[in-house]
């Protein structure tokens, strides 16, 4: 069903600006939105609808002949969406997509997307993202659907990586919402590296599980690399996100984990106001 949209300014603001939008008559948004009824009531967007502006305005930077990270989740499904929109319409042409999971590789490919991966590519113009949480400084917690590795080499690899959200992913600081910081590791001992890992930030008060599919906690979730997540949990702030990022790649077992540290080039995010993009400084 088509989506009818408010007006929106589209504010470009450095990390830490003040992120006031106001809805405006003159829009810059895309999907090109309907003007506002001469009543200008109050059009109540659902998350999905925030998530489609945000996705719709980050493919505003995709042109052609550029190799492009496909993200993952339900936000990076509609710029996939978007991509091969444009594409059928011929408004883009020659893109390759580099897709981050195997469910977005079986979206692009029902799309007719082109595809390779990073060994053939291994340098990616543009990536665009969902994430997790988002701090103040462009910092990232990505990977609650499991697909952080490959989303992470695929966007370390990247000249430019934009990051689309709504406006429930802005924290304070990384892990911040109270919701699961994951960790993919290795499946041997996958419970003794989550003591590890529940035992390295004690004084934050951690809370280390695996990742299950079932009630029970039995079948674990296993990732697209056959690896399983330690989803981490915290009551306080964990302090220098560096040194704690340090402190968990030495564990013998971890693989990787979800906080993405200066990745973002730019962060889009969709909110009831309006759309704010913020640029890394
Ligand atoms: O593994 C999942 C990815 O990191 C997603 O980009 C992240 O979880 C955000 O997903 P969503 O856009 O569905 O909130």
Redesign the pocket.
């Known amino acids: 069903m088509a989506i009818s949209y408010p007006q929106f300014i589209v504010s470009e603001k450095s990390p830490m600006e003040a992120k006031i939008i106001v809805p405006s008559s003159s829009s810059q948004a895309s999907p090109s939105p309907p003007p506002l009824s001469s009543s200008m009531s109050p059009v109540v967007l659902t998350q999905d609808e925030l998530?489609k502006i945000a996705a719709y305005k980050a493919v505003e930077y995709v042109e052609s002949n550029m190799v492009i990270g496909l993200?993952?989740?339900?936000?990076?499904k509609h710029a996939v969406d978007r991509i091969a929109e444009l594409l059928n319409q011929g408004k883009l042409h020659n893109i390759i997509g580099i897709p981050t999971?195997k469910k977005t590789y079986d979206q692009a490919v029902s799309l007719g997307i082109p595809l390779s991966d990073l060994n053939s590519h291994p340098v990616v113009d543009l990536s665009i993202?969902?994430?997790?949480e988002v701090d103040p400084f462009l910092n990232l917690v990505?990977?609650?659907?499991?697909?952080?590795l490959r989303?992470k080499m695929v966007e370390s690899s990247s000249k430019k990586f934009v990051v689309i959200?709504d406006e429930s992913?802005m924290v304070k600081h990384l892990g911040g919402s109270g919701l699961a910081m994951p960790v993919e590791v290795v499946p041997y001992g996958d419970l003794a590296v989550a003591k590890s890992l529940q035992a390295l930030f004690e004084d934050s008060g951690c809370v280390a599980k695996r990742r299950t599919l079932d009630l029970d906690g039995k079948v674990p979730f296993v990732t697209d690399n056959g690896n399983h997540i330690v989803e981490l949990f915290f009551k306080k702030d964990i302090g220098d996100l560096n040194t704690a990022s340090d402190k968990i790649l030495r564990i013998p077992g971890v693989v990787e984990h979800?906080m993405f540290l200066g990745l973002a080039t730019t962060v889009i995010v969709a909110g009831e106001l309006g759309v704010t993009v913020e640029n890394k400084s």
């Not at 993200?71 to 990076?76: D, E, F, I, K, L």
């Not at 990505?142 to 952080?148: A, E, F, I, N, P």
């Open positions: 998530k993200g993952t989740g339900s936000t990076a999971s993202d969902g994430a997790d990505k990977g609650r659907g499991g697909s952080l989303e959200v992913k979800g």
